[in-house]
């Protein structure tokens, strides 16, 4: 789909955590980012509600943008959104005794 | 063709492989062949002379990506960086270059210490990956009587023991990994090219896999299989009271789906002195069934030697992309 270029990351994460099959997982991110399917693969509308939802971008020569939530932090959000557990997150939380900095 | 080389053929040259790869392989899994209208469509697509061909905007599909990069440029983490922030991959897989269950788990700690760092680096979906490998478990290279070699002494009952053992090993070596990825933060598990060494391979995938399911409700676990067709090298064993020798895509779907996995894919080699007309015919016919019965994702393996991709190092991309238009349009397959 595009990975981080796009939405294929999020897309992903719903098949691999709730087993969504590509139609329902594609309607549920676009739910859950308040846009439409199409949107999930256009990398112009994509970039602007990454960076709006602080989901994370591609630094580019162009555009790099260290103030934005990117890696580890983007994920912190990624879970508030799309409304599952991210393992990674749940980890760090538990290790650094962070429960509420991202409201996850 | 299957072997990577480039030939010239006319429309109804093409038009004649599609057509017997698919009664082939309809013959072969007792399985309907190809309708007259999804022929049609793999012609156009097969017949066209473009270089690089494509979905439509908006029907793009996921990629799964087992065995992400190519462990020589730079470290893995980098590879796997690369990977997500050039390529576009959806979900990128962390693995070494022994690719086995068997094998991690004498490094699992420093397997586990890049899971963590790629965490912290990634923000797509990382997963673990290796082979569930059955025959490591076997003399010369483990500790169980080789099963290959008994067989032929007709040694039956004591080569379906051999597997069995070696299944129990192979189970506790997958949950082992498993657990020592997952407390680094593994996002999922692979088990890539299951059934490889035979059904007594895919039940010990499928029991692993059913394990790691009751223990972490929420891990993405992906089986990919070895091939079309489950090898009865033990013959008898079954899965939830199925058999598990003989199972083609659309039996096999049942059983991944059961085990608990997220991610089913199916794989159907090549046969290299076809064209790939004729091997991506076949191969759609034998995974169709799959496809269309599918609660959860499937995401074909359509690459190098499997999936109408032909058996070489480079695979040309008029083949590849051929292929994966092919299996989203007409089999509306949700990755690979």
Not at chain 2, 96 to 112: C, F, L, M, P, R
Not at chain 2, 135 to 153: C, F, Q, V
Not at chain 2, 253 to 259: G, K, S, T, Y
Request: charged fraction near 25%.
């Amino acid at each position: 789909m595009g990975g981080m270029r796009t939405a294929g990351d999020l897309v992903a994460r719903m098949q691999m955590t709730r087993r969504m099959r590509l139609k329902e997982a594609k309607a549920y991110v676009a739910d859950k980012l308040g846009c439409g399917v199409r949107d999930l693969s256009d990398p112009i509308a994509m970039e602007q509600i990454r960076s709006e939802k602080g989901l994370g971008l591609l630094p580019h020569t162009s555009a790099v943008r260290p103030g934005d939530a990117g890696m580890i932090e983007a994920k912190f959000n990624i879970a508030r959104t799309l409304d599952i557990p991210i393992n990674c997150v749940e980890r760090f939380k538990e290790r650094t005794g962070v429960t509420t900095a991202a409201g996850v | 063709m299957g072997d990577g080389s480039l030939v010239e053929m006319t429309r109804s040259e093409i038009k004649a492989d599609l057509e017997e790869g698919t009664q082939l392989a309809a013959k072969r899994a007792k399985v309907e062949p190809l309708t007259q209208d999804e022929l049609d469509h793999l012609l156009d697509i097969y017949a066209s002379s473009a270089r690089f061909t494509a979905v439509d905007i908006g029907d793009e599909v996921i990629m799964s990506n087992d065995g992400t990069g190519t462990k020589h440029i730079g470290n893995r983490v980098q590879d796997l960086q690369t990977y997500e922030q050039v390529v576009g991959i959806d979900m990128v897989e962390l693995w070494q270059i022994d690719y086995s269950y068997k094998a991690v788990k004498t490094n699992v700690a420093h397997e586990g210490q890049s899971m963590k760092i790629a965490q912290m680096l990634c923000t797509n979906p990382v997963q673990y990956g290796a082979m569930p490998d059955l025959g490591r478990y076997s003399k010369p290279d483990g500790p169980i009587d080789n099963w290959s070699e008994l067989l032929p002494l007709m040694k039956v009952d004591e080569a379906r023991a051999a597997q069995l053992d070696a299944c129990d090993m192979l189970v506790n070596d997958i949950n082992f990994v498993a657990d020592h990825m997952i407390e680094a933060g593994a996002d999922g598990i692979d088990m890539d090219t299951t059934g490889a060494a035979g059904d007594a391979d895919f039940l010990a995938g499928l029991t692993a896999c059913r394990m790691l399911r009751e223990r972490y409700p929420d891990l993405g676990i992906e089986i990919g299989m070895a091939s079309e067709f489950v090898l009865g090298m033990h013959g008898q064993l079954e899965f939830d009271g199925e058999r598990l020798a003989g199972m083609w895509p659309k039996d096999q779907v049942r059983m991944v789906q059961a085990a608990g996995a997220s991610i089913y894919g199916p794989a159907v080699n090549i046969n290299t002195g076809k064209s790939t007309a004729w091997n991506i015919a076949r191969a759609m016919t034998f995974i169709k069934p799959a496809a269309e019965i599918a609660e959860i994702p499937v995401h074909v393996n359509v690459g190098m030697g499997v999936g109408g991709v032909p058996t070489c190092v480079y695979p040309p991309a008029d083949a590849t992309s051929r292929a994966s238009k092919a299996f989203v349009e007409i089999l509306k397959i949700d990755g690979y």
